[in-house]
C-alpha cells in the first residue's frame, strides 16, 4: 500500500515536470517513428514490387535509390527544423521579454507547439531509421517501395504542420490567449481535488474532543527537508497512508509554495517514538522541494502568473490597461469558483473518523492581497485599471455568502480607493472611484 502512494505522488510529479517540457512529446513520437519505420518495412517484406509497379502514388525504384531517396527526405526535414527552432526561439524571448518568466511555463506547456516539433523529430527518426533498416540488394533484391513512400507523406505532412506551427504561434502570443491558458490553469488548481482515502470534516465538537492537537507542539517528531527551495507539491495520500498504517497524526506546517531552508521542519509527527529513520525518509517523499514555486497544489503561485503578466503590462515601456484588466477578469474568475468551494478543511480524517492529517491552508485574506496588492500600486495612475479592480470585486462578492469573505473584499475595495488618492488621477476619477467603492459597501456589507 506505501509503494502505490508513493508512485502516485512520482507519477503525479514527473507528469506535470514533463507536461511543460520541450523534449517529451517529441521523445514518444521519435520512438513510434522507429516502430513505425520497422512495420513498413515488414509489410514492404510481405508485398513484391510487381504488385505496386502500375501505382502512381507509390515511389519506386532500386534497393539503392530507395535508400538515398529515404536519407535524402532526412536531410531535408534536418535542415527545416533550424527553421523550427527558430520560431520557437522567438516566442521564448517575447514572452520573457513582455510578460515574465513564469509565464514561460504557458508556451513551454503548448501542446501544438510541442507535437509539431516532434513531427520533424519522428520524420528524421523515420528516414535514418528506414534507410539504416534496408537490406543490400543481394539480401533483398526488392526495394522497399511502401517503407520509402511513407517516409514522403511524412515530409509532407511536417511541411504542412510547419504552416501552421507559424499560425499557432502568431495568435498564441496574443495577450488575451496567454491569460486564458494561465487563466485555466488557476481554474484546474483551484478546484479541491481529494483522494478517495480522505474524507474531510468541519465537525467543531469532534475537533475539540481530540485533545492530541495541543500535545503535537511540544511532543511531536519534525520531518526536516535537505535542501532550500520552494515547496512544490505535497501528497496528501502518502501522508494519510503512513498515518493509517502507523496510527500517526501528521501536521504540515508549510504549504506548497512556501520558500524552505535546509533541515527546517515541514511537518510535525505524533507521537514521536513511533517515527524511526526508515518512516522520517518515507514521509520526507510526500515533499518535493525545487528551484522555483509551480502551480501543482499552489493557487497563489497560479495567480502570481496572472499578477505578473497584469504589472508588466502597466509599467510605463509597455502601457497596456487591457491586458492587466483582462488578467483581472481570468483572477476574477478563479477566486469566485475557490471562494464558492471555500477554504480547505484544516483537518482530515479516515474513515473511522481518527484525526490523521491538519493542514496548513491556503486563504481566501493571502489570494486576495497577491491579487491586488502590487496591482493595486502599479495601476494607481489609471482609473479604468482601478475600476476593473472594484468590478472584480463586485463579481466575486456576489458568489460568496460569506460575511468574513466580504470583509476581505471590502478591505481591499477600501485600499484602491486609499490607492487612487494617491496617484495621479483628476477628481472626476476620484469621484467615480469613490462612488463604485460606496456602492460596494453598500451591496456587500447590506448582505450580511
Given at each position: 500500500m506505501r509503494t502505490r502512494a508513493m508512485r502516485r505522488v512520482t507519477a503525479r510529479y514527473t507528469w506535470d515536470r514533463l507536461?511543460?517540457?520541450?523534449?517529451?512529446t517529441p521523445a514518444i513520437m521519435a520512438l513510434a517513428a522507429i516502430l513505425l519505420a520497422w512495420a513498413m518495412y515488414g509489410v514492404d517484406a510481405r508485398i513484391p514490387n510487381e504488385a505496386l509497379e502500375s501505382s502512381r502514388f507509390v515511389l519506386s525504384g532500386s534497393v539503392d535509390q530507395l535508400r538515398g531517396i529515404l536519407v535524402s527526405i532526412g536531410t531535408t526535414v534536418l535542415a527545416t527544423a533550424g527553421v523550427v527552432f527558430t520560431l520557437l526561439t522567438l516566442p521564448l524571448s517575447t514572452v520573457v521579454a513582455q510578460y515574465g518568466s513564469r509565464l514561460l511555463r504557458v508556451f513551454l506547456g503548448d501542446r501544438t507547439t510541442q507535437t509539431v516539433l516532434g513531427m520533424f523529430v519522428g520524420t528524421f527518426v523515420y528516414c535514418i531509421v528506414a534507410a539504416t533498416t534496408i537490406e543490400s540488394a543481394e539480401v533483398q533484391p526488392d526495394g522497399p517501395q511502401i517503407t520509402a513512400t511513407m517516409g514522403l507523406l511524412l515530409m509532407m505532412t511536417t511541411f504542412g504542420a510547419l504552416i501552421l506551427l507559424v499560425q499557432h504561434i502568431s495568435t498564441m502570443l496574443q495577450a488575451p490567449n496567454i491569460a486564458a491558458t494561465a487563466g485555466a490553469e488557476l481554474l484546474r488548481i483551484a478546484r479541491v481535488e481529494n483522494p478517495d482515502e480522505v474524507v474531510n470534516r468541519d465537525d467543531i465538537s469532534r475537533l475539540a474532543q481530540d485533545d492530541r492537537l495541543g500535545t503535537m507542539e511540544t511532543e511531536a517528531y519534525p520531518v526536516r527537508v535537505r535542501r532550500n527551495g520552494y515547496i512544490q507539491s505535497i501528497d496528501p495520500a502518502i501522508l494519510l497512508t503512513l498515518a493509517q498504517e502507523e496510527d500517526l497524526v501528521v501536521r504540515l506546517l508549510h504549504k506548497p509554495g512556501d520558500f524552505v531552508w535546509n533541515d527546517v521542519a515541514v511537518a510535525a509527527v505524533w507521537p514521536a517514538a513511533r517515527v524511526d529513520e526508515r518512516l522520517d525518509k518515507q514521509l520526507r517523499r510526500a515533499f518535493r522541494v525545487g528551484n522555483q514555486r509551480t502551480p501543482t497544489q499552489d493557487v497563489e503561485c497560479a495567480i502570481n502568473q496572472l499578477v505578473e503578466m497584469a504589472v508588466r503590462a502597466m509599467s510605463p515601456a509597455?502601457?497596456?490597461?487591457?491586458?492587466?484588466?483582462?488578467?483581472?477578469?481570468?483572477?476574477?474568475?478563479?477566486?469566485?469558483?475557490?471562494?464558492r468551494q471555500g477554504e480547505e478543511s484544516l483537518n482530515t480524517f479516515d474513515r473511522q473518523g481518527k484525526l490523521r492529517l491538519v493542514f496548513e491552508p491556503v486563504t481566501f485574506d493571502v489570494l486576495l492581497s497577491a491579487t491586488f496588492d502590487m496591482l493595486r500600486h502599479a495601476g494607481c495612475d489609471n482609473a479604468s485599471v482601478l475600476l476593473h479592480m472594484l468590478a472584480v470585486i463586485e463579481s466575486i462578492g456576489r458568489e460568496t455568502q460569506s460575511p468574513e469573505a466580504r470583509r476581505l473584499?471590502?478591505?481591499?475595495?477600501?485600499?484602491?480607493?486609499?490607492?487612487?488618492?494617491a496617484g495621479a488621477l483628476i477628481e472626476e476619477d476620484r469621484r467615480r472611484i469613490d462612488l463604485f467603492v460606496k456602492a460596494l459597501d453598500t451591496k456587500l456589507g447590506g448582505l450580511e
Open positions: 507536461r511543460v517540457s520541450f523534449w517529451f509597455i502601457n497596456d490597461p487591457f491586458t492587466a484588466m483582462t488578467c483581472l477578469d481570468h483572477i476574477g474568475v478563479g477566486l469566485a469558483l475557490f471562494v473584499l471590502l478591505r481591499h475595495a477600501a485600499l484602491i480607493q486609499t490607492e487612487s488618492r
